[in-house]
């Protein structure tokens, strides 16, 4: 099971925040940076079109929308993987409910998925409280084994991937252990957004 990790310092930053922002911004720039992986042009995961497909036909979340049919077509797409019991999630889905709203009359698109959810007896309860106190705008769906190893083995919450209308990986952030950094800011997801709807 994966379970949120205490906050540390993070380390191995080259770049300071406002700088980071600037060069996915223009898509100049492929680096490692601690939590941050900013990418143009590299092998995706198993996106297109299996993974797609599949995305496509899970079940939504009681009490939020579902994936609707051949949307993720052609379309640039920012997927997350989350869990109700992960407070970075929570900050996370507002920050994406920010950008649901920024980019609602372009082609991009917003889901998330759910992994790594069981936790003890509570779990139906607990995600009902998640959803109603997140409001997700965008689709929010139920994760398999499946999925999350069709992307690469989703072993982090929250985990985020950026993939162009073709399909290619343009953004990813994953939590490490031991952080402060537990989830990307609202200019990093503005930032990796832009480049999306600009590549491919």
Known sequence: ???????????NLDFSRRQLVAAIATGLVSS?????????????????PLARELVTALPAVAGAN???????????VLVTFFAS?????FEEFSHL?????????????IIAINVHEQWDENDAA????????????FPVVKGSEQIRHLFGGIDRIPTVYGFD?????????????????TNASI???????????NAG
């Open 97 to 109: 409910n920010l950008l649901h709203k920024k980019y609602s009359e372009t082609a991009l698109r």
């Open 66 to 76: 579902a994936i609707k049919a051949n949307s993720l077509h052609d379309k640039p």
């Open 165 to 181: 209308k073709v399909g290619e990986l343009h953004y990813r952030f994953k939590h490490r252990r031991g952080s402060s950094l």
């Open 187 to 197: 200019d990093e997801l503005d930032a990796a957004a832009k480049l999306l709807l």
């Open 126 to 137: 607990r995600m009902e409280k998640f959803i109603s106190a997140t409001a997700p705008a």
């Open 1 to 11: 099971m994966v379970r949120k990790q205490e906050p540390g310092r993070s380390h």
């Open 32 to 48: 490692v940076c601690g939590e941050m992986l900013y990418a143009a042009g590299k092998a995706s995961p198993a996106f297109y």
């Open 85 to 89: 019991w992960c407070p970075p999630c």
